[in-house]
């Protein structure tokens, strides 16, 4: 008999969201469905922290080669996805209510996360290959939720487009190392390249799979999608973009190339190096002259995927170490961007628009929704003591680590620091609109107590992790070292 | 120890009223005097609390510190950790201190409220800041380390910033703090680099107990650790206004009088001194240190002495003197040390410069205060408006000549033990380095000055005919909670001296560094001293000082125009007017040097460095705009975009990829 301990929160997870369409045949009421799958997460939730107190299930597959293990890594990434989702099913109790296909809604959110934490779980190319789809059509069809809204449907084509074209530059590459080694377990093929010398076709393979993955997290020169997507998408579901699904595609990067390529003895490390830093520069820059909160958050987001990426060339060096900031900054990103994106929804639901120039007056007509957009702006940007700078003075600290050993890496911090400079100039931008300009009227406005919530989750998040971070840290360390086998879980 | 363990309440009582007065509404305290019956009462609360402290350290204590500490950082990070404490050091001299400290600042803030009665709604600020003031300067005394002493320090220069500039409508009063907090600041910043030095070579532990039992821990050689208790010393200078940092001292009489009562006689001033006292044993390891502190104090006290002798301003002559007072604690201080580091036999020097402070704390602080009470009573601070005052001030005119004889060095005034004691320890290094033969020169004759200018400055006041008929009329005694201070202070101001026949030589000896065999005698002090030859040639250039100031200024024999009228006359007068040029050198240093400095930082700052982030920020603006039309919306773009780029990247991982 398999045990299918590995995929319990997965499973948890479906159940629900094959349930609730179902449901909607008798329940009509948005936040009525949304309560039903605020259960489901929490179930989910409480699956995988069981886990986590109670020591870890058994692995699927052979244990050689395994399928799936539910390691400290997959909790806590599966934490992650399943807070992003609570908080945007939350902040989209009453946000979709008049929309109609709700039940559809809920059920996609649910089954996205499912395949974003089989994503974090799986150890094989083709699991994460089927996670990383049962995730991309899910999100498809979030994005093309509001059919008769034009702009939502045109991203979704765009979305669906450049989505296959980088699921089909993955499978190439699979397919390139199936060739190569014989296998499609990452342990295995480690073990492979390890012990054959350097071959063209592995280096063909390590591109196509950075260029196909790197599609979901929006690195450049594949990030052109991000920003119409976001944009067009509903902000709730922007926010699922941008802190859960993106970070999905950085758990495979992180997978693939730490567990499954590190072997290849070529200085690729330079390469995803340079992809970091441009990634970083270009978000940033482009984000300098929008003026749609959406798109700015879109190609802040692009920036902010360059620093998590950084991760990657630092391991090389350093190790769990950088791993450990890279997870530690996904975690706080989650948080922070998704609160911005909520802000947006929030004041999209209240009818103000998206363009930063509406945000005019906010600091007096929305008191708690400014000082939350300011906090999480200032967490983005990196100003102490909110999460964000902690996360990236471990990044930081990690380049200069590595820099004792390869000197180049300094640079990866040096443009981090620059960045993060550069980045102050859009973000402090909203603040001054909501402060100091003066707004057209001075009327309150109301938010709905669910987005409310959904927000205040996010910055006490924000800020709890800027202050008591040593037990995250903790955590994405002991996650970063089941990349390392070598050091033991 | 039973008390010691609540010594840390001392400086905690002052800071409550200082939330108190400072915090809470003003309507409540505009029917207590601006919060007067607070800061008294707390202030008196710490005085009992010291005084009971002080005499349980002076009594069962065989000379080792109480030390008190809870841990305040904790750095730990490989070989290079450390850890800074927060706690109390109670030995001997900070017992003598606390009395001084927390005795002089009771009776100041009770005599403040007769003073500062007229000032209205700002009494609230003088009450909270004044208690703030005496807060900081008790904490700065208990302090178990040389850093916590630093944050007091740097706290009793903000507090002075505070109170000089009382009168902030005043623009000389304002200017007046300014300029202490700066000058005091190049001293604060000199401790600090000797705070570095100390903090290298100790290798983190700046507590008063490791120190000074570790002294030859210091690593680095004894040339850094000369560099380092010079710098200490640096900062003694700045904040106890001595040769070449002590301009600001005069400018300061822009605060009320009471505040400078306090600065002068317990707190700002004579925290330099009794830094140098605290860090004695470190000292006693770098004789040069020793030697500088004598002669920078010796020049002092001759200088500071030369420029009281023609002011005209009643708290100006007082101000001077308390420089000149200042420069023989440190002659002291510096002398003893040298001569122990020289002869290592146990000298009086160190005994003497703290016998002197406690001494100066009462007189001086009585002197301001009656000054305060005359200025009180006439509305002006120039002595040429004054004269015949005595008749309308008894009291006053009486207390101050108290004052007056005991800062002469009269016997048995307290300035006589305490200066004879001086001249005497300084004597003694004639015999190690002919330096102290001119620096006893320098003694003595200041003794002469300050005998003089200290009459002249009674005379002009109080006798003879009132020059000014309309202030005279005017004037009035002042109320029993201004003149019942001063009589208390008096008293003190003519008896403290006897404590140096009752065990005061014996009791404030630099612990660990040297203690005396033997404790002699009432009786047996006394013969010493008066059989000693040096002790009537101090009382005799004293006399001659009185003297000359009464022919002068009482029977007008000698017209005291004759020594300004002549070209050289007239000359040394305006030099000594200007106070030999250091007002303008201070202001040339500040115009020219400082503003032409900041000046040019400001161009770089603006011009370049600004110019060039802006050239940056432009150009990265525009390049943002760039990048934003390269994205058209066309999703065959992207697709291009998407193959264009892993084509790329596979070229650059070819290329780079060490193949």
């Known amino acids: ?80 996805f399943l807070s992003v989702a609570f908080v945007v099913v939350l902040a989209s109790a009453r946000y979709v209510e008049k929309d109609r296909h709700l039940a559809e809604y809920f059920t996609l959110i649910m089954m996205a996360t499912a395949g974003m934490m089989l994503v974090s779980s799986a150890q094989d190319l083709l699991t994460i290959y089927i996670g990383i789809e049962i995730a991309s059509m899910a999100t498809y069809a979030l994005v093309a939720f509001r059919k008769k809204d034009k702009r939502g449907s045109e991203a979704a084509v765009k979305y669906v487009i450049i989505g296959g074209m980088s699921s089909a530059l993955s499978l190439y590459g699979i397919s390139l190392l199936f060739g190569v080694t014989g296998t499609t377990n990452l342990i295995g093929i480690n073990a492979a390249l390890a012990s054959q010398g350097v071959d063209l076709a592995a280096l063909m393979a390590l591109a196509l799979l950075l260029a196909g993955f790197g ?39 992180f997978k693939v190339f730490i567990v499954g390529l590190i072997a290849i003895k070529a200085d690729w490390d330079i390469v995803v190096g340079i992809v970091a830093v441009l990634t970083m ?27 998590m990426l950084m991760a990657i060339p630092l391991a090389t060096v350093v190790g769990d170490y950088a791993i450990t900031g890279g997870i530690f900054h996904i975690i706080t990103h989650a948080f922070m961007k998704g609160g911005a994106f909520i802000v947006v929804a929030a004041m999209a639901y209240v009818a103000i628009g998206e363009s930063i120039a509406d945000y005019k007056g906010l600091g007096k007509r929305a008191p708690f929704m400014a000082f939350s957009m300011t906090m999480f702006m200032f967490a983005l940007a990196g100003i102490p003591p909110l999460s964000g700078f902690m996360s990236k003075v471990v990044l930081l600290s990690a380049s200069v680590q590595a820099a004792e050993v390869t000197q180049w890496m300094i640079w990866l911090g040096v443009a981090l620091v620059l960045n993060s400079a550069l980045s102050l100039y859009y973000y402090v931008r909203v603040i001054k609109y909501m402060y100091v300009e003066k707004g057209e009227t001075d009327a309150k406005i109301k938010v709905p107590v669910t987005l409310t919530a959904a927000i205040a989750i996010c910055l006490v998040a924000t800020i709890g992790l800027g202050l008591f971070f040593d037990p995250v840290l903790e955590l994405c360390s002991e996650a970063a070292r089941t990349l390392f086998p070598a050091l033991g879980a | 120890m039973a008390f010691a363990e609540y010594a840390w309440l001392i400086p905690i009582f002052p800071l409550i009223a200082f939330v108190v007065i400072g915090f809470l509404g003003n309507r409540l305290f505009k029917k207590w005097e601006g919060g007067a019956p607070v800061a008294i009462g707390m202030t008196a609360i710490s005085l009992i609390l010291s005084l009971v402290v002080a005499f349980e350290a002076l009594t069962t204590g065989d000379g080792t510190p109480f030390v008190q500490s809870i841990e305040w950082l904790v750095v730990q990070s490989g070989d290079f950790a450390f850890t800074f404490n927060m706690g109390i050091y109670i030995d001997n001299l900070t017992a003598l201190m606390l009395i001084v400290v927390s005795f002089v600042a009771t009776l100041v803030v009770i005599y403040s409220l007769g003073y500062m009665h007229e000032e209205g709604e700002k009494k609230r600020r003088y009450y909270a800041i004044i208690s703030l003031f005496i807060s900081v300067m008790l904490g700065l005394v208990l302090a178990s380390n040389f850093l916590q002493m630093f944050i007091f320090w740097e706290l009793v220069g903000l507090c002075s910033y505070l109170l000089i500039g009382f009168w902030n409508t005043r623009p000389s009063a304002a200017s007046a703090a300014k300029k202490a907090f700066l000058v005091t600041r190049i001293g604060d910043i000199m401790f600090m680099i000797g705070l570095f030095v100390l903090f290298v070579g100790f290798q983190g532990n700046l507590d008063f107990e490791y120190i000074f039992a570790n002294v030859d821990a210091f690593i680095g050689g004894n040339d850094l650790l000369t560099f380092g208790t010079l710098m200490i010393f ?35 001033v004579k925290a330099g001194v009794y830094l140098v006292a605290r860090s004695y044993p470190v000292m006693v390891d770098t004789p040069t240190t020793l030697l500088v502190v004598a002669c920078i104090g010796g020049f002092t006290a001759l200088f500071a002495a030369t420029m009281a002798l023609n002011n005209t301003n009643i708290k100006r002559v007082l101000a001077y003197s308390t420089i000149s007072q200042l420069g023989y604690m440190f002659l002291a201080l510096g002398a003893g040390g040298y001569i122990y580091t020289q002869t290592l036999e146990p000298n009086v020097g160190y005994t003497a410069g703290m016998f002197h402070l406690m001494n100066h704390a009462f007189f001086k602080a009585l002197l301001f205060l009656s000054a305060g009470a005359v200025i009180h009573a006439v509305h002006t601070e120039d002595m040429r408006l004054m004269g015949g005052l005595s008749k309308k001030l008894k009291i006053t005119s009486l207390v101050m000549l108290i004052g007056c004889i005991s800062i002469a060095g009269i016997p048995p005034f307290s300035g006589f033990w305490s200066k004879d004691l001086i001249l005497e320890a300084v004597f003694e290094g004639i015999s190690v380095s002919p330096v102290f033969a001119v620096l006893y020169a320098f003694g003595l004759a200041t003794a002469f000055l300050t005998a003089f200018y200290m009459f002249r400055l009674w005379f002009m006041t109080f006798s003879g005919e009132p020059r000014d008929q309309h202030t005279y009329e005017h004037a009035h005694e002042s109320p029993a909670v201004m003149w019942v201070p001063l009589a208390l202070l008096a008293a003190l101001a003519f008896g403290s001296g006897f404590a140096f026949l009752f065990g005061f030589e014996a009791s404030i000896v630099p612990h660990g560094v040297f203690e005396f065999d033997h404790v002699a005698s009432a009786g047996d002090l006394l013969v010493a001293m008066f059989t000693n030859v040096l002790t009537y040639a101090s009382i005799i250039v004293a006399l001659a000082g009185i003297g000359l100031a009464y022919l002068m200024y009482k029977k007008k024999s000698i017209d005291p125009a004759r020594f300004t009228s002549g070209t050289v006359g007239k000359t040394i007068s305006n030099v000594l ?78 290329l780079v990829g060490g193949i």
């Not at chain 1, 094959?18 to 939730?45: D, E, N, W």
């Not at chain 2, 934003?628 to 264009?644: D, E, H």
């Open chain 2, 577 to 654: 007017l200007a106070r030999y040029g250091f007002t303008k050198a201070y202001d040339w240093i500040g115009l020219k040097v400082v503003y032409g400095v900041a000046k040019v930082a400001d161009f770089i700052d603006r011009r370049i460095i600004d110019g060039i982030i802006n050239a940056i920020s432009a150009g990265l603006i525009r390049a943002g705009g760039f990048l934003r039309r390269a994205q058209t919306g066309l999703v065959q773009a992207y697709a291009v975009v998407v193959v264009a780029g892993g084509s790329l990247i596979v070229i650059l991982l070819f």
């Open chain 1, 281 to 307: 520069t270009i978000g940033n820059v482009i984000a300098l002259s929008q003026t749609n909160m959406k798109r700015m958050l879109a190609y802040s987001s692009i920036g902010q995927a360059g620093y």
């Open chain 1, 1 to 80: 008999m398999m045990d299918y301990g590995a995929i319990y929160p997965e499973i948890i997870l479906i159940l629900f969201a094959v349930a609730i369409p179902a449901l909607h045949m008798l329940i009509k009421s948005s936040r009525a469905l949304a309560g039903i799958s605020l259960v489901g997460i929490a179930a989910s939730i409480g699956m995988v922290v069981y886990y986590m107190l109670n020591g870890y299930p058994s692995i699927i597959g052979n244990p050689d080669a395994p399928l799936l293990s539910f390691d400290a890594l997959a909790a806590v990434f599966s934490l992650v």
């Open chain 2, 234 to 268: 640096g900062g003694a200078v700045g904040k106890s206004a001595q040769f070449p940092l002590h301009d600001w001292l005069p400018d300061a009489m822009e605060g009320p009088t009471t505040v400078s009562a306090l600065i002068h006689a317990a707190t700002m």
């Open chain 1, 215 to 253: 599609f979901k997290i929006a690195i450049v020169p594949f990030h052109m999608w991000a920003p119409d997507v976001y944009e067009g998408a509903t902000a709730p579901i922007s926010a699922f973009l941008a802190a859960g699904s993106k970070k999905m595609g950085l758990v495979v990067l």
